[in-house]
T-cell receptor, first 113, second 113 residues
Framework: DAGITQSPRHKVTETGTPVTLRCHQT?????MYWYRQDPGHGLRLIHY???????DKGEVSDGYSVSRSKTEDFLLTLESATSSQTSVYFCAISVEGSTDTQYFGPGTRLTVL | GENVEQHPSTLSVQEGDSAVIKCTYSDSASNYFPWYKQELGKRPQLIID?????GEKKDQRIAVTLNKTAKHFSLHITETQPEDSAVYFC????????????FGSGTRLQVQP
């Protein structure tokens, strides 16, 4: 599992509330990613990070922000959750070198009522 | 940006038959093409990948082929077994820059015993 954990694993929240999801890795990988998975859409990139304090937007970044103050932690924040953000969120890391293989965390199922 | 299309969306085969899933990509600079298997409620798991300097790669019952000129790649599973039943995703990325994956929308494979 490439030493990736996500917390919480499940969360139910109400529209308008802030939500923070955490991704933690133990192997010092530089690249980290947040994807969301919705039926019929595969996985879509929200934000990614290429180092501490270095982040950038993906294709579906509206309504989300991220922070990376330590190599091991990549946080995804929904400033004011909406029902359209109900989804399964996966964090991933990229193993640099001869392969750029991405490994995924176990996912967080978020429901916004 | 990159766009990956995947077909078919569902595939049903008899145990022991072969299954083929096809993907096309749009960005000629993409050079890394992984395939993930996702079981219900689980994280995507890498099953095989291929780089643009290789036309085919095999790992036991699974193989991937790549046609760079036509910008398409395919997953082949031979001698299918019930435990092959899952959703399969293709993806594409560049080995430089953000290295984020662009995913196809997935194929649900059902292997009938």
């Amino acid at each position: 599992d490439a030493g990736i954990t996500q917390s919480p694993r499940h969360k139910v929240t109400e529209t308008g509330t802030p939500v923070t999801l955490r991704c933690h890795q133990t192997e010092n990988h530089r690249y980290m990613y947040w994807y969301r998975q919705d039926p019929g859409h595969g996985l879509r990139l929200i934000h990614y990070s290429y180092g501490v304090k270095d982040t950038d937007k993906g294709e579906v970044s509206d309504g989300y922000s991220v922070s990376r103050s330590k190599t091991e932690d990549f946080l995804l924040t929904l400033e004011s959750a909406t029902s359209s953000q109900t989804s399964v969120y996966f964090c991933a890391i990229s193993v640099e070198g001869s392969t750029d293989t991405q490994y995924f965390g176990p996912g967080t199922r978020l429901t916004v009522l | 940006g990159e766009n990956v299309e995947q077909h078919p969306s569902t595939l049903s085969v008899q145990e022991g038959d072969s299954a083929v899933i096809k993907c096309t990509y749009s960005d000629s600079a993409s050079n890394y093409f992984p395939w993930y298997k996702q079981e219900l409620g689980k994280r995507p798991q890498l099953i095989i990948d291929i780089r643009s300097n290789v036309g085919e790669k095999k790992d036991q019952r699974i193989a991937v082929t790549l046609n760079k000129t036509a910008k398409h790649f395919s997953l082949h599973i031979t001698e299918t077994q019930p435990e092959d039943s899952a959703v399969y995703f293709c993806a594409a990325s560049r080995a430089t820059g953000r290295r984020a994956l662009t995913f196809g929308s997935g194929t649900r494979l059902q292997v009938q015993p």
